[in-house]
C-alpha cells in the first residue's frame, strides 16, 4: 500500500524524462472507482448498455440451458469416439474437415463426456473464452467498450441457436482474436524490450496456427498479420520469423499427428481428388442469403460511424487497422467458402461487434454529435433484434423435431440389433450418427456422410467412391441400413435410383422394417 498523500506527490511532480511538467494526473472520467466517474451522466450511460447487454446474456444463457447436441457436432463426436477407439483419420473415416476439429472433440468427449449436458458446459466456456479474448483486446479503449464487446459477442452466440453450438467457425473465432492480439501488443510495445514484443507475436502466431488447425482458410489472415509484421518491421527479419514459425507450429504438429496415425496419404487424396475439385464447388447457393439480415442491416452503419469518429478525432491505431483486416477476412470467409451457410459468419461478426463499440466511452459522452448517435441506435438496434431473435431460436421447432427424430430411431435399432451387429446409415446431418453414437454401433464403411454419391456422377471420384461402398457393404454387410428422407444438397428417398448398384443391393439383400417422418430402415433378409 503507498503511503499518505502519495497521490498528491504524484500529482504534483514533474516528469522527469520528456521535458517540461505534465499536468497532473486525473482519473479518467466515467471509470468505476471515481467519484465523479459515479455521478458522470456519460459513466451512467455507458454502464447502463452494459448492464442491459449483461442482463440479455444472462436471459439468454439461462434460456439455452437445455440446448440438445445437434446437427454438426454429433458428427464430430461419432468421428471423435472412433478415433479414440482406435480407428484412423481419413483412412478409416472419409471425412473433409481439418483434424484440428477432432482433436477438441476428442478432448470434449474425454474431459466432459458426450451428453447434452457436457456440450453445453463446453460451448458456454468456449464463448467465454471468446468473449474474454474480444475484451483484452478492446480494453485499450476503455472498460465501457471492453465489457460491451465481450457481451455483445455473447448477445450474438446465444441469439443464433443449438444448431450453431460448438460450430468450426465459432472454435477459430477466439484463435482469430488473439492472432491480432499478439500482433497488435507487439507493435504497440514500441521502445520497450524486444523480449515482450516477440513474445506476444509468438503467442499470436501459435493462435493464428490453431485456428488453421481448425479451418484451413484461417491462412488467409495468417498471412495477412505476416505482410502486416514484415511492413511494420522495417526489414528485420526476427519478428517475421517469430510470427511464422508460430504460425506453423501447430499445423505441423497435427499434421504430424494424421502421419503418425497413418492416415496423411488418405487425407492428401481427400483434398486433392474431392474436396477441392469438387466439394468446393457443391452447395453454393443460387443467390446469396443475408443471415439474419436486420443484425448486418443495423451493424453496418454503426461500425462505419464508429470508424469514422475515431477517424476523426486521430485516434485510428494498430487495433482499428487489425479490427478491419478482422473484419476484411470474416467477410472472405463467408463468401470464399461458397455454401452461405450462417455458422460461416461469425469471424465477421466478432470483429464487427468489437468496432462497433471500440469508441463507446468517448462517444456516450457526446450524444448530440451524428456519428456518436448512430453509434448508439446501432447498438441499440442490433441489441433489439438480436434479442428477439434469440427468443425465437432458443426453442427453434425444427431442432427439437431433430432431437425426437434421434431418440426414436435409436430405440428402432436398438430393438433389432444383436452384440456386435453394424448400421450403415445415409444420411448428412439429419441425427443418425447420433443415434449410432447413444448406442455405440459402428458402421461398416468409412462413410459418414453419403452426399458424396449423389453429385457430379460422371466424375472418376465420385465413381470409385460409389465401388468402394458397395464393396464394403458386400465385404461386412451391415444388419441395419438407414437411409433419410432428406437428401443434401437436395433429393429425397428416390436419390438411391440413381446410385444402381446400391438400389439393386438394398432390394436383393435388404427389406424394409421401419418407415417413419424422416427416416427409413433396412434389414438383412436372412437374419432373424
Known amino acids: 500500500m503507498p503511503p499518505p498523500g502519495h497521490q498528491e506527490l504524484l500529482e504534483r511532480a514533474p516528469r522527469v524524462v520528456g ?3 505534465s499536468p497532473p494526473l486525473r482519473r479518467r ?5 471515481s467519484r465523479a466517474g459515479l455521478a458522470d451522466p ?103 467498450a471492453a465489457a460491451a464487446a465481450a457481451l455483445l459477442f455473447a448477445v450474438y452466440h446465444l441469439a443464433g441457436g443449438a444448431w450453431q453450438a460448438g460450430q468450426r467457425d465459432f472454435l477459430m473465432t477466439p484463435l482469430l482474436v488473439l492472432a491480432a492480439l499478439g500482433v497488435a501488443r507487439w507493435v504497440e510495445t514500441g521502445s520497450a524490450p524486444r523480449s515482450r514484443g516477440l513474445t506476444a507475436l509468438a503467442a499470436g502466431g501459435l493462435a493464428a496456427g490453431a485456428a488453421v488447425s481448425v479451418k484451413p482458410h484461417a491462412l488467409v489472415f495468417g498471412a495477412a498479420l505476416a505482410l502486416l509484421v514484415a511492413v511494420r518491421g522495417g526489414g528485420a527479419r526476427r519478428p517475421l520469423a517469430v510470427w511464422l514459425a508460430g504460425l506453423a507450429l501447430v499445423p505441423a504438429a497435427v499434421v504430424g499427428w494424421v502421419a503418425w496415425l497413418g492416415g496423411l496419404p488418405d487425407w492428401v487424396a481427400i483434398v486433392r481428388e474431392y474436396l477441392v475439385p469438387l466439394y468446393s464447388g457443391l452447395g453454393e447457393p443460387g443467390r446469396w442469403h443475408v443471415h439474419r439480415w436486420p443484425v448486418w442491416v443495423a451493424l453496418v452503419p454503426g461500425v462505419a460511424a464508429s470508424l469514422a469518429w475515431s477517424a476523426t478525432r486521430g485516434r485510428l491505431g494498430i487495433r482499428h487497422l487489425l479490427g478491419l483486416a478482422g473484419l476484411g477476412y470474416g467477410l472472405l470467409h463467408y463468401v470464399g467458402q461458397g455454401k452461405g451457410w450462417e455458422y460461416h459468419l461469425y469471424p465477421l461478426a466478432a470483429f464487427a461487434c468489437l468496432l462497433l463499440v471500440a469508441e463507446l466511452d468517448a462517444i456516450v459522452r457526446h450524444p448530440r454529435h451524428v456519428l456518436a448517435a448512430t453509434v448508439v441506435a446501432s447498438l441499440v438496434a442490433v441489441t433489439i433484434v438480436l434479442g428477439i431473435r434469440g427468443a425465437e431460436a432458443g426453442d427453434a421447432a425444427w431442432i427439437r423435431d431433430k432431437e425426437r427424430t434421434v431418440g426414436r430411431l435409436a430405440a428402432d ?12 446409415v445415409l444420411d448428412t446431418t439429419g441425427g443418425g450418427l447420433h443415434a449410432l453414437l447413444r448406442l455405440g454401433v459402428r458402421q461398416p464403411t468409412r462413410f459418414i456422410y453419403d452426399f458424396h454419391f449423389f453429385h457430379d456422377l460422371d466424375h472418376p471420384t465420385i465413381r470409385a467412391l460409389r465401388a468402394e461402398l458397395v464393396t464394403a457393404l458386400e465385404a461386412a454387410p451391415p444388419r441395419l441400413i438407414v437411409l433419410f428422407v432428406d437428401g443434401w444438397p437436395a433429393g429425397g428417398v428416390e436419390r438411391v435410383r440413381t446410385f444402381p448398384a446400391l438400389a439393386e443391393r438394398l432390394a436383393r439383400a435388404y427389406e424394409e ?9 433396412y434389414a438383412q433378409r436372412d437374419r432373424p
Open 513 to 521: 422394417v421401419a418407415r417413419r417422418d424422416a427416416y427409413v430402415v
Open 29 to 33: 472520467p466515467g471509470f468505476i472507482g
Open 19 to 21: 521535458g517540461p511538467a
Open 42 to 144: 456519460a459513466a451512467v450511460a455507458g454502464w447502463l448498455v452494459v448492464a442491459t447487454l449483461g442482463g440479455l446474456v444472462v436471459w439468454l444463457a439461462w434460456r439455452s440451458r437445455d440446448w440438445p447436441l445437434v446437427h454438426d457436432a454429433p458428427i464430430m463426436h461419432y468421428i471423435a469416439w472412433r478415433l479414440g477407439e482406435g480407428a484412423v483419420p481419413y483412412r478409416d473415416l472419409f471425412d473433409m474437415n481439418a483434424p484440428g476439429v477432432y482433436l477438441i472433440h476428442l478432448a470434449v468427449l474425454h474431459v466432459l463426456g458426450s451428453g447434452d449436458a457436457a456440450w453445453r458446459a463446453f460451448d458456454l466456456a468456449w464463448l467465454a473464452a471468446t468473449s474474454g479474448a474480444l475484451s483484452v483486446f478492446v480494453a485499450p479503449f476503455g472498460r465501457v
Open 413 to 424: 435399432l436398438a430393438a433389432r440389433l444383436a452384440p456386435g451387429d453394424r448400421v450403415q
